[in-house]
């Protein structure tokens, strides 16, 4: 399993910025692909 390239701060702050789960990928520098779609959106409602 790969580390991840972003901290829990990170996160927030591109929650806040973003209007799209879409841009909260491209703002973590991630691959616009489903698995991270699906982390980050499951992530995202934590916090």
């Given at each position: ?17 973003s209007t799209s789960v879409r841009q909260v ?23």
């Amino acid at each position: 399993m790969k580390t991840k390239s972003w901290t829990e701060k990170d996160l927030q702050i591109a929650v806040k910025k973003s209007t799209s789960v879409r841009q909260v990928l491209a703002k973590l520098s991630l691959k616009l692909a489903g698995g991270n779609y699906t982390q980050i959106k499951k992530i995202s409602k934590r916090i």
